[in-house]
């Protein structure tokens, strides 16, 4: 079901950041929001970014988790289900700075969706020629791809199952060591590392958009000496957000017994292995992805564009999507994060972050209320600034004095009320045992 956006947001926000002598000036409306969603809906929602200054900037936006879901529990009473035979998600990867890498597979709730790419279908796509123990090359992409800050354009592809994306990195090596490994190839990816010869039987092939993907994929490949009893299909996948992606088709006569799983750093320092010689961790319609937190972002909330250029003194329009297919009841929380970047030299960037809130079948309630001064004969106070404490949600008061925030998770919240001249002011709110929406009007002081 597909329907306009309940979710009402109203909201004006001008972010102000020197850190050159450009002033630099970006409206984003709205700041955040929150909605309420029964199962298998979707809903879309606008969110306006202008540049209110006399130069360029372009923006990039990536969803993230909160904090409070680093840990077993998202911090709202939702379950998050995690594979047992898999690491903690704090073990994922020996670099867990600013950085870091980490992987997740399709057993979990935030993981992967599995798609196969059939890229042997597709115009454009390569056979290659290979042969037993061999490397590729530098197989071009036509885009940068950045891998722990590294850009890089191209990627070398071994029979044996792995890849690198260092050009030099020609090795042929049938076993590579676990990751992470100082020793070449670096930036490697063990996709499904072991003995194989595609000489008498399957095929590799490498496929490209020059734009934002590019894949290959290791097609019915039999092991040494085993090429009817032992076969595997399987693929790795590059987008240019950052984000690496293995898939798994048919496994034939073998469960990963003898394969090695992993990724590392350009350096091999830092990386993970995700199975090394471990029965039964592969099978058909397996995905594992890899990138840095913010690479991942909650399925159930997508922003198109995500990326772009915003002229002098004009605006877009990104459309967000919000989808409960397949959800569980319960209250979800996603951060929204605004790369922004003004000038041709990277001199000036900042992030903005806000909160999209989704309530499943779950209770909510409003808030809503007049902001007024009871020094000048109660007259409405405009531009108030209006902030909820347990998420990234702001609202100022329109001509009226009024604010409003809708379809709130039913919990207690502090409101925080400030301006300019008026002394800030702290009310609590919570629903009542019948769940009803909440009038709060406020009356505030000066500060002097």
């Not at 969803?63 to 680093?70: A, G, I, S, T």
């Not at 000496?225 to 984000?243: E, K, M, P, V, W």
């Amino acid at each position: 079901m597909k329907h306009i956006s309940r979710l009402i947001l109203a909201f004006l926000i001008i972010l102000v950041m020197v850190v050159s002598p450009v002033l630099s000036e970006v409206i984003i409306s709205p700041h955040g929001g929150s909605v309420s969603m029964d199962n298998n809906e979707e809903v879309t929602t606008d969110v306006t970014l202008t540049n209110a200054d006399d130069q360029g900037v372009s923006f990039k936006i990536f969803m993230r988790d909160p904090p409070e879901e680093e840990d077993e529990r998202d911090g709202f009473g939702r379950d998050v289900d995690r594979n047992q035979d898999a690491p903690n998600r704090d073990r994922r990867g020996n670099d867990r700075q600013e950085d870091g890498y980490e992987w997740r597979d399709n057993e979990e709730d935030d993981g992967p969706e599995f798609e196969w790419l059939d890229i042997e279908d597709w115009d454009g796509a390569r056979r290659l020629q290979p042969e037993d123990d061999w490397n590729s090359g530098p197989l071009a992409f036509e885009f940068d791809f950045i891998w722990y800050g590294t850009r890089y354009n191209s990627v070398n592809a071994c029979s044996n199952g792995w890849a690198s994306l260092n050009p030099n990195n020609r090795e042929r090596t049938i076993n590579l060591p676990r990751p992470p490994n100082a020793n070449a190839p670096n930036s490697a990816f063990l996709v499904n590392n072991f003995d194989l010869d595609p000489r008498q039987r399957g095929s590799i092939w490498f496929y490209t958009n020059e734009e934002d993907i590019a894949v290959v994929s290791w097609i019915d490949i039999p092991r040494y000496n085993n090429n009817q009893n032992n076969r595997s299909t399987f693929q790795i996948i590059f987008y240019a957000s950052g984000l690496v992606k293995f898939q798994y088709g048919p496994i034939v006569g073998h469960n990963g017994g003898e394969s090695g799983v992993g990724f590392e750093s350009p350096n091999g320092q830092v990386g993970a292995t995700i199975a090394f010689d471990e029965g039964g961790r592969l099978e058909e319609g397996l995905a594992i992805a890899i990138g840095t937190e913010e690479m991942f972002g909650p399925a159930w909330l997508a922003a198109e564009p995500d990326e772009g250029e915003i002229s002098a003194n004009e605006s877009t329009d990104i459309e967000l999507t919000i989808n409960t297919e397949d959800m569980e009841d319960g209250i979800y929380e996603s951060r929204v994060v605004f790369e922004l970047t003004a000038g041709d030299d990277e001199a000036e960037q900042w992030y903005v972050e806000t909160s999209v809130v989704l309530s499943v079948n779950s209770p909510t309630f409003s808030v809503t209320g007049v902001v007024t001064d009871p020094a000048q004969e109660d007259a409405e106070v405009t531009d108030v600034q209006v902030d909820v404490d347990s998420y990234l949600i702001t609202r100022f008061t329109d001509e009226e004095g009024a604010y409003a925030f809708t379809d709130l998770p039913s919990q207690e919240y502090e409101l925080t009320f400030s301006a300019e001249d008026y002394l800030p002011t702290v009310r609590a709110v919570e629903p009542d045992e019948e769940g009803g929406d909440i009038e709060l009007d406020i009356a505030l002081l000066h500060s002097e």
